[in-house]
């Protein structure tokens, strides 16, 4: 077992280049003619593009940290209920971010004397202010975190949507999603670890197995129209298993590359090559009944992703292995402040639509208009990395 106070650098890079990548992907919109393979493939098209690939690569990250930083707080001298209180307030974190960000989504009725603008900056200022990484022994930590308090409840209170609709969760969003998967690998984590881990896998593959049955299939129908085991994962925010397989699967594949840690690294790489071909293969195999689509979180998409990330995360380790991962240190934040990195471009948007009113030119699109969208991602990494050097951090 790695000590707790070793990271993972694999794991800080591939989460790193994972967010970097999604921040690029998600400034697309503001481009034209960017080529399809880059963008999100439509529901009912068969495949996927470098967009439908970002945000499960993230969650497997997720899974992957899971793992490794329950067995610090253990080795730490955390007991299992501050453990599980670290995991709630983490969790509670997420949601509430994801619902804020959400309502941000949709315009803000004149009414209320804001704008969208507004509501965004005044957001992010909140979240900060809450959720800032604090010094310990700061006399400004509990009136700031008051404040924010105070800013996200005024939003909460005062926002109306054009249709005069109240504050709400029409969804959970992307941090929202992020921390229902959260909560359910790391409380799974608590419950199996210590020998008990092949529980894990039986999950993932009654994971897979809930897909198959609730996924429409290319003629439109279910296996299972209705059915109690789909009743059951709605009602744990799993929806029909998805982005808990992607997340599993990087919990997975931490916990065997550990059972290896004795093994020569070739006959490491080998066997992760090995496991990389073989959900591929159960994806060629499910692809017969059902289509490669991000939307409807079908098993050939999850299978796809996951022999990727697999893939990845063995080039990675090598990479590691071989102190060949310099290059990674201009993008460091988004491993180690990766919420920080998440929240920057609300705050860009806010300054380049709202303040100075900039709008890109019809020219930029094709190749080089993701190329814009790749140096606007950069800037919001070099913008968090500017504000952990003012020890502007957020935490959770």
Sequence with gaps: MEPHNQRNLAIDIFRGLTMALMIAVNDVWTVNGVPHWIEHFATMEDGMGLSDIVYPMFLFAMGMSVPLALDRRAQKGYSAESTLWHILKRTFALLVMGVFIVNAEWDVSSTVGYGKGFYWMFMVIGFFLVWNNYKQDSKWKTPLKATGIAILLFLAVTFRSPDGGLFQAHWWGILGQ???????????????????????????????????????????????????????????????????????????????????????????????????????????????????????????????????????????????????????????????????????????????????????????????????????????????????????????
């Design 178 to 396: 992020i921390g229902w998967m959260y909560l359910f690998c790391a409380i799974a984590y608590l419950l199996c670890r210590g020998g008990k881990e092949w529980v894990l896998a039986a999950i993932w593959g009654i994971l897979c197995a809930v897909n198959l049955i609730s996924a429409p299939m290319r003629g439109g129908s279910t296996l299972l129209a209705h059915n109690f085991i789909s009743d059951f994962a709605n009602a744990l925010h799993l929806g029909n298993g998805h982005s808990t397989i992607m997340a599993l699967g990087g919990m997975l594949t931490v916990l065997a590359e550990r059972r290896m840690e004795q093994t020569p690294s070739g006959r490491k790489v080998a066997a992760a090559l090995c496991i990389s071909a073989s959900l591929a293969v159960i994806g060629l195999a499910t692809h017969r009944g059902w289509i490669i689509s991000k939307n409807l979180g079908t098993l050939p998409w999850c299978m796809f992703v996951s022999a990727i990330s697999v893939a990845w995360y063995a080039i990675l380790r090598v990479l590691e292995k071989h102190n060949l991962t310099g290059w990674f240190k201009p993008l460091r934040p988004t491993g180690t402040a990766t919420l920080t990195v998440y929240m920057i471009p609300y705050f860009m948007y806010v300054l380049y639509w709202f303040v100075f009113k900039l709008t890109p030119p019809e020219w930029l699109g094709g190749y080089l208009g993701f190329g814009k969208c790749i140096l606007y991602s950069a800037l919001c990494i070099a913008v968090a990395w500017l504000l952990e050097k003012l020890h502007i951090k957020l935490k959770i």
